[in-house]
């Protein structure tokens, strides 16, 4: 289901929306078994018709107690495309909060922090 779900966030964007892959994607997401709870995280950062569901669910999973899914949500936000940036606050007090956790998703969201804050969204240039 995940890899439908992206597959047609991908292709068709718009039937992606209709058909409600977001969703789907973040169910998978959620998914007790991390190998395939993080291909969907991953899926999550190319589901840019729905950003309003693909943000809160990609920050929500910044405080996964599963670290490869976790660090999955990190990479996603960290290598978010420019549509990300309307959820600019958002995504950047996620990244805080999960600084401030004493494990490798801490400093992975650390260097994620700081190259948001490098690019620049959200300020007129």
Same mark, same amino acid.
């Given at each position: 289901r995940g890899y439908a779900g992206e597959a047609l966030n991908r292709m068709a964007p718009q039937a992606a929306k209709e058909a409600g892959a977001t969703e789907v994607l973040i169910e998978v997401a959620n998914h007790p078994d991390d190998q395939i709870a993080f291909r969907a995280v991953s899926a999550l950062q190319g589901a840019t018709n729905r950003l309003d569901l693909a943000v809160p669910a990609l920050v929500n999973l910044l405080e996964n107690?599963?670290? *490869?899914?976790?660090?999955?949500?990190?990479?996603?936000?960290?290598?978010?495309?420019?549509?990300?940036?309307?959820?600019?606050? @958002?995504?950047?007090?996620? *990244?805080?909060?999960?600084?401030?956790?004493?494990?490798?998703?801490?400093?992975?969201?650390? @260097? @994620? *922090?700081?190259?948001?804050?490098?690019? +620049?969204? +959200?300020h007129a240039n």
């Open positions: 107690t599963n670290t *490869l899914v976790a660090s999955h949500a990190v990479r996603a936000l960290e290598r978010a495309p420019r549509e990300f940036e309307a959820y600019r606050s @958002a995504i950047t007090s996620g *990244l805080g909060k999960a600084a401030e956790r004493k494990d490798s998703i801490g400093r992975r969201a650390q @260097a @994620a *922090l700081k190259k948001w804050e490098e690019r +620049g969204f +959200g």
